[in-house]
């Protein structure tokens, strides 16, 4: 892909990246947050976050599956949008749906399942965050880095948990959401698993002992 | 992806904002039937948002500031129109409130079924201002219209063996999509059914409802009759009922079928005693900033503890 064609894809990335935080500032300005606007900015920021997550965790399923190029090159701007958000979901909950009251927000992280995985899947986006950068990658080598990043499976996983334990019961969209990421993961698992098949295969195998 | 987010409705789409901003006139000429034995309510008959005449009931009234009518008619739990707050709102047109025919009977003297305008002509209508906390950890400050429960199920007169009152919810999924089975299944088993204990239900607060603002109820409220049970959790108010039946066995609800270790058959707001996956100390009153903490029996603790006393309430959640 030409260099134009690059700038089109991070351009078009960046939009859709930028595209509901606009959304939130309109409904905002025009006062059309509905009866209970923190709970639909939380709803809001916490679906973009998992969006823009599976988003950056379906661009290695596309080349492996389609063998195109060009969704590497996205991979880490979606990822820092998911962390982004992220991060707006979580400060709304500290800032405006508790505002400050951290007796309660810390029993809720201790007692509530589906705080306590929400929490632990935004602690494990910061190291990845803060390693994204190219410099960082040639600081910590390629291979480290590569593991490192394999982070972003379990931050995947405990996102889906965090949805799932808190969907009332009646909705259906969270499994959709767990059904798209067993999708993603399922795809790198068949890769390891072929590659693994062929490694065995490549091994020689003893001949059989002939019985006495 | 799709953008969910509620479909917003102006104030005028729904409901005249001059019938609740007269209400007092409605109320004050309710009264005024109500002195001279009159119970010409012909406007009852008339869809949601008409004007529905009422006595106040200051002394069954909370204080505080109604929420604004708008986010009670857009902000639902109505499962039987969908799960999302907007669904209601948006599908309550599919709902046909005329004719309706509620059924009471099971251990009674006197099983009957009314008319819902017979109902209403039958009892003389009350405006009452309670609080509604819902298990979401949300409440409204609402002016509901009706009559006490126990004036109708007087009039089936309960026998010995009655304990337990159950009310049934209409069951059609032409008018309700929500009761359509979902791709996923799950959710509720229909039709809606809820239940009280007999003395809950002759508790005086426990309200049968018709109107609230002023207004017949609307659609996406639970029309065209539903009671109204305030010290509980909204989800105890059953909606758009089409049966009221008396029980010697205590009736599985809904909730309890779909989720009984979350949702349990008394399910009286207690700030503490939380629900499983989040704590039921603190509240947000729509239109509020601020939570507040939530008040035991929803604020009604001085009416209604005494029906539980001696109960271990973290048992009977």
Known sequence: MGRRGRIVLKIAVWA?????????????????????????????????????????????????????????????????????????????????????????????????PYVTVGMLAL???????????????????????????????????????????????????????????????????????????RRVQKIPHPRPATPP | MRIRRAERFRPSEITDETHYLNRREFIAGG???????????????????????????????????????ESVTTYNNFYEFGVNKDDPSREAHRLKTRPWTIKVDGLVQKPRTYDIDELIRAFPLEERVYALRCVEAWSMIIPWIGVPLSALLKQVEPTSQAKFVE???????????????????????????????????????????????????????????RVVVPWKYGFKSAKSIVRIRLVSEQPKTAWEKAAGQEYGFYSNVNPNVSHPRWSQATERRIGEFRRRPTLMFNGYADQVASLYSGMDLKKYY
């Open chain 1, 16 to 112: 859709i990246g930028l595209a509901p935080l606009a959304a939130l500032v309109w409904w905002i300005a025009r006062d059309d947050l509905g009866a209970n606007p923190i709970s639909l900015i939380t709803n809001h920021l916490g679906d973009w976050t998992f969006r823009l997550l599976l988003a950056s965790l379906a661009m290695t399923p596309l080349r492996i599956v389609f063998g195109w190029g060009w969704p590497a090159l996205l991979r880490r701007l979606l990822g820092l949008f998911a962390f982004a958000y992220a991060v707006l979901h979580f400060s709304v909950w500290i800032l405006v749906d508790h505002f400050f009251n951290w007796g309660q927000m810390a029993e809720d992280v201790v007692k509530r």
């Open chain 1, 123 to 197: 602690l494990t986006l910061i190291p990845l965050a803060a390693t994204s950068t190219t410099g960082m990658i040639k600081r910590l080598g390629a291979r480290r880095w590569t593991r490192l990043h394999r982070l972003v499976y379990l931050t995947g996983v405990l996102a889906a948990l965090h949805f799932l334990w808190l969907a009332k019961v009646g909705r259906t969209d969270q499994y959709v959401y767990v059904a798209a990421l067993a999708v993603l993961l399922g795809v790198r698992v068949v890769t390891w698993a072929r590659r693994l098949a």
């Open chain 2, 31 to 69: 009264a005024a039937a109500l002195a001279l034995g009159a119970h010409d309510r012909a406007d009852a008959a008339a869809p949601a948002g008409a004007p529905l005449k009422a006595a106040h009931n200051d002394a069954f009234s909370v204080k505080d500031a109604p929420t604004k009518l």
């Open chain 2, 167 to 225: 009310f049934t919810t209409l069951l059609d999924a032409a008018q309700f999509p929500g009761q359509k089975p979902g791709f996923f299944g799950g959710g509720l088993e229909w039709p809606y059914a809820e239940g009280l204990r007999l003395d809950e239900a002759l508790h005086p607060l426990t309200l049968l409802t018709v109107g609230m603002y002023g207004q017949v109820l609307p659609n996406q409220n639970g029309a065209p009759i």
